[in-house]
């Protein structure tokens, strides 16, 4: 990476996928009498600036849902829609318990609704009768849908505890519906908000509970609890889902969440669980007064995030996380937690750009890690590459990550992609999602962090309240893939608006002391929080969820070919070039490299290869030609090699000559073009690897 900078570009990023996306619900819990706790409203309700609306009658019982919408809303618009349901076993509860959620979401554009249902104290009915009302609540939204400026295939249900339970039996339990309503219009939501809900109500395997509470559920359910368990009901095409669940809570065993969310991703779902280290039933909860909880605000900003990934919201979550902006854990880290902990053995890899290479930020965390687990045998790798981006990173994954087996990855690119490539949008999150992706098939168990370094230009948007193109683009791929990130652009920008820090003391692009201490610190400070209690005696290492791709055709298939898939012609040759003899400065890592050489214009190869993309990692100097060529018959635009930063010096680079081909067998003819550009004082062309982004990995 240079020091030089070029004018960073604002975050323009939206994830857009279908609405029923892989995977369901994740949330197994176990439920008793469970009292709402936070919130406690009379039963029927009247929130300022809302409006009421019966969704169903009963006898003489009308049951009604509030609607909060957002500003400026019209019937016309198209908009996503979410609804709560309240907790309180059942038997009690207020839909107010999730006012707070409801004015928050509207805020960000969704329709929001909190719904009453059928309770015992109030109505005299059991568990299976909420589950029906639950329903009919679903499908009127849909079926309204037109009326309240709703997309009828972008509703969430969410609810906590017994509403938990609820929200989950909408997506995951056949039956239960009420027989008078047109059946025609699904009752099945789209995705699922669960706080500590109820998902386990019958005996599982692998799960052991307190035989007393099963037998009691028998008492409160109406039907035999296992028609109304959740988890008894998981099978694959459930909706996405996400579930916030205290590990010290004794009302809802954590243990039964996470079955549930084992089960559900193992059936190909999308079920992610938030575990809370010490929080009990009931966690997520407003609090009261004005002044929200931790945990109300934590859950929320992760409520957002999951809804921005199914491209429900747009931008980052404007609530403030009391994580801060800038530590975004994602994670609990557990996986490599038991190898550095249990098994006492350890591989951590160190991916990036000069940032990385240097003595930086890296040897405070090597350092970290070896103090916090002095008994464990680590193998830390350097695979930084001064000057490289995210698309040479994607391509350098299988040989400089994969082969040093890693149980924990930290990857920073965010400055390269912004000066040294500027990348656009697309290009930062195929690089980073080939990063990730990659990572992550090859080694479902991995840890990953991603920081976000900061130049000047970067720095300055901040300022602006904008968000750069690569760090934003790197933080959604991060967020699309549960992976943890370190904003240390924003926390550096803050901190010198502030007054508590200056550019100078930072250090600027290439971090001083103080400057890296700073970036150690915030990914310390998220490793602490994830390791903070003791390590449990079952704890197992367990897969990642691995989620549909952003871009399908990201660089997760990445490989650096052979020089042998080369059939090189007259005027190219395999060689180690005489530097001595050559204009500029040349890094000592490639004093020594053999790579594929030729000078003179007409010079020409051919390459097959497999795949959806070719590109060339190269070293282009003052010298630095222009390629030209044809891919399957069809002419590739001409590349020029030479780079900004190319007059001093052999800059590594990676080029594309094509990135959205077909997916199969390919033929390449590639030549030195005649005319260079201006600046070059030659063609040269000096390939380290042609890249390919194979299918075989995708």
Not at 406 to 424: I, K, T, Y
Not at 587 to 606: F, K
Not at 630 to 636: A, H, K, L, T, V
Not at 646 to 660: C, E, L, N, Q, W
Request: charge should be neutral; charged fraction near 20%.
């Amino acid at each position: 990476m240079m020091s030089r900078s070029r004018h960073a570009q604002p975050f323009v990023f939206n994830i857009k996928e279908p609405s029923v996306r892989l995977p369901f619900a994740c949330c197994c819990c176990f439920l008793f009498p469970l009292l709402a706790q936070a919130q406690s409203r009379m039963d029927s309700p009247e929130f300022s600036g809302t409006r009421a609306e019966t969704y169903k009658t009963v006898g003489d019982v009308s049951l009604r849902l509030w609607v909060f919408e957002p500003d400026g809303h019209q019937a016309t618009d198209k908009r996503p829609a979410i609804v709560f349901f309240f907790g309180g076993g059942w038997k009690s509860g207020s839909p107010g318990q999730f006012e707070p959620h409801c004015r928050y979401l509207a805020s960000r554009g969704i329709v929001a609704m909190t719904a009453d249902y059928r309770v015992r104290t109030r109505h005299g009915t059991l568990a299976d009768r909420c589950v029906t009302d639950a329903k009919s609540a679903v499908r009127w939204v849909r079926r309204n849908a037109p009326r309240l400026g709703v997309d009828p295939n972008r509703i969430v249900a969410g609810g906590g505890s017994a509403g938990g339970h609820l929200a989950a039996c909408t997506g995951v339990v056949p039956g239960f519906d009420e027989i008078d309503e047109d059946l025609s219009v699904s009752s099945v939501p789209n995705a699922l908000a669960l706080f500590n809900p109820a998902v386990l109500l019958a005996s599982f395997q692998g799960v052991t509970l307190d035989s007393e509470k099963l037998t009691d559920l028998t008492t409160r359910t109406g039907v035999p609890p296992q028609q109304i368990s959740p988890i008894h009901h998981v099978e694959s095409g459930q909706p996405p889902t996400i579930i916030f669940h205290g590990k010290s809570d004794t009302t809802v065993p954590y243990k039964t969440v996470e079955k549930y969310a084992e089960q559900s991703n193992a059936a190909g779902n999308r079920c992610e669980l938030k575990a809370y280290v010490g929080a009990v039933h009931g966690f997520f909860n407003h609090g009261k007064g004005d002044k929200p909880t931790e945990y109300y605000q934590r859950t929320l900003f992760q409520l957002d995030e999951f809804l921005a990934s199914l491209g429900y919201v747009d931008g980052p979550p404007t609530i403030q996380n009391p994580e801060s902006l800038t530590r975004r854990l994602r994670g609990d880290f557990l996986n490599s937690r038991i190898r550095f902990e249990r098994e006492k053995r350890g591989s951590v890899v160190f991916l990036g750009g000069s940032i990385t290479e240097m003595d930086g930020y890296r040897p405070i965390l090597m350092e970290h890690l070896q103090n916090r687990f002095p008994e464990t045998q680590f193998t830390f790798t350097n695979a930084g590459i001064a000057s490289t981006c995210s698309t040479t990173g994607a391509f350098r994954v299988q040989r400089d990550v994969l082969s040093a087996k890693p149980d924990l990855l930290f990857v920073e690119f965010a400055v390269n992609d912004d000066q040294d490539a500027g990348h656009s949008v697309r290009e930062c999150i195929r690089g980073m999602e080939g990063v990730l992706r990659h990572a992550l098939t090859d080694n479902p168990n991995l840890d990953i962090v991603v920081t976000h370094f900061v130049n000047p230009a970067m720095l300055d948007l901040l300022q602006q309240g904008i968000t750069p193109t690569s760090s934003g683009a790197h933080d959604a791929v991060a967020v699309h893939y549960s992976v943890t990130s370190s904003d240390l652009a924003r926390e550096v920008a803050n901190r010198i608006t502030s007054g508590d820090l200056t550019w100078k003391v930072f250090g600027g692009t290439h971090p001083k002391p103080a400057g890296n201490r700073i970036a150690a610190d915030l990914i310390i400070d998220m490793l602490d929080r994830a390791w903070a209690m003791p390590l449990e005696k079952d704890a197992k290492i367990k897969k990642h969820r691995l989620p549909r791709p952003i871009d399908p055709n990201s660089y997760f298939g990445g490989r650096l070919l052979d020089h042998a898939s080369a059939e090189l012609g007259v005027g190219w040759s395999q060689e180690v070039p005489q530097w001595s003899s050559l204009p500029g400065q040349l890094r000592d890592r490639y004093a020594d490299t053999e790579m594929l050489v030729a000078n003179d214009p007409g010079a020409e190869l051919s390459l097959r290869f497999q795949g959806t993309a070719l590109g060339a990692f190269v070293l282009a100097g003052p010298d630095a030609g222009t390629l030209e060529g044809s891919i399957d018959g069809e002419p590739i635009q001409s590349i020029d090699l030479y780079h900004r930063f190319s007059k001093g010096i052999h800059y590594p680079r990676t080029v594309m000559f094509a990135a959205d081909l077909a997916d199969g067998p390919h033929h390449a003819i590639l030549r030195v073009r005649q005319a260079a550009n201006a600046e070059s004082k030659g063609t040269a062309v000096r390939v380290l690897h042609f890249v390919a982004n194979e299918s075989d990995l995708q």
